[in-house]
């Protein structure tokens, strides 16, 4: 339905004008809502919980597989997002490529810092889904922005994964491998990015986003898409 909605011609959101290239809500966001509707229904594990409410940290048995995923995950969204162009247009794929690849490598990084400054050391856990959600992030917007916003939408995702998992930890909310952070959280801020960096690399698409002169249209059609998804997406998950 919400692919309908935001890809088809006659979707409500793509008269609209949102634009969600290779799916940061199509896919990551509106799976997130999902997950989210399912945590909440299903409570927390045994054991997560403390009985002063502090989260106890249940980790992965092997974190060398755990990291082996992410790795083929970063591979394999080389396909996602520059397959996501459904035709052989070379530049076009070079450059999403080169976008993705940048808001990853970003991220990780960002991560990376932002756990060692909150939890005041370095977290591998982290610095994956940091990884994560520089790939979610760019998802929306990796054909409309130039390689350096790339990199700021990463160095953004990767600190945001890090506050969102502290914060859904907080409000109990069990997500053991952290995807309403990464998948939620990044995935409607991927959605927005579009609106604030897009430049007009593709005739007759984005054009300019808040950022570079082109006013905040974009940006309010992310943001309705945001908000519409969410209530149909979350309300018909639970």
Same mark, same amino acid.
């Given at each position: 339905?919400?692919?309908?909605?935001?890809?088809? @011609?006659?979707?409500?959101?793509?008269?609209?004008? $949102?634009?969600?290239?290779?799916?940061?809500?199509? /896919?990551?966001? #509106?799976?997130? &809502?999902?997950?989210?509707?399912?945590?909440?229904?299903?409570? %927390?594990?045994?054991?997560?919980?403390?009985?002063?409410?502090?989260?106890?940290?249940? %980790?992965?048995?092997? $974190?060398?597989?755990?990291?082996?995923?992410?790795?083929?995950?970063?591979?394999? *969204?080389?396909?996602?997002?520059? =397959?996501? +162009? $459904?035709?052989?247009?070379?530049?076009?794929?070079?450059?999403?490529?080169?976008?993705?690849?940048?808001?990853?490598?970003?991220?990780?990084?960002?991560?990376?810092?932002?756990? *060692? *400054?909150?939890?005041?050391?370095?977290?591998?856990?982290?610095?994956?889904? =940091?990884?994560?959600?520089?790939? /979610?992030?760019?998802?929306? @917007?990796?054909?409309?922005?130039?390689? @350096?916003?790339?990199?700021?939408?990463?160095?953004?995702?990767?600190?945001?994964? !890090?506050?969102? !998992?502290?914060?859904?930890?907080?409000?109990? /909310?069990?997500?053991?491998?952290?995807? !309403?952070?990464?998948?939620?959280?990044?995935?409607?801020?991927?959605?927005?990015?579009?609106?604030?960096?897009? #430049?007009? &690399?593709? @005739?007759? +698409?984005?054009?300019?986003? &808040?950022?570079? =002169?082109?006013?905040?249209?974009?940006?309010?059609? #992310?943001?309705?898409?945001?908000?519409?998804?969410?209530?149909?997406?979350?309300?018909?998950? $639970?």
């Amino acid at each position: 339905v919400v692919s309908h909605w935001i890809w088809h @011609p006659d979707g409500w959101l793509f008269a609209r004008g $949102m634009q969600d290239f290779a799916g940061s809500t199509v /896919v990551h966001y #509106q799976g997130a &809502l999902a997950a989210l509707a399912g945590a909440l229904l299903l409570g %927390p594990r045994i054991g997560k919980f403390g009985s002063d409410g502090k989260p106890h940290a249940i %980790p992965g048995h092997n $974190m060398a597989y755990t990291t082996l995923g992410v790795l083929i995950l970063w591979f394999g *969204w080389f396909g996602f997002n520059p =397959g996501s +162009t $459904m035709a052989a247009d070379w530049n076009a794929i070079a450059r999403i490529a080169t976008t993705t690849n940048t808001a990853a490598a970003a991220a990780a990084f960002s991560a990376t810092l932002a756990a *060692w *400054w909150l939890l005041g050391k370095p977290d591998l856990s982290m610095t994956l889904n =940091g990884c994560l959600a520089g790939l /979610v992030a760019i998802t929306a @917007p990796c054909a409309f922005v130039s390689v @350096p916003s790339s990199l700021i939408i990463g160095l953004i995702a990767g600190t945001l994964v !890090v506050f969102a !998992v502290l914060f859904f930890d907080k409000i109990k /909310v069990d997500d053991p491998v952290g995807a !309403v952070s990464v998948h939620l959280v990044c995935g409607v801020f991927g959605t927005l990015a579009v609106g604030l960096f897009a #430049q007009d &690399l593709i @005739p007759n +698409t984005t054009g300019n986003g &808040l950022f570079f =002169g082109g006013g905040a249209k974009l940006l309010f059609a #992310q943001l309705i898409g945001v908000i519409g998804v969410g209530i149909f997406t979350f309300a018909i998950s $639970m």
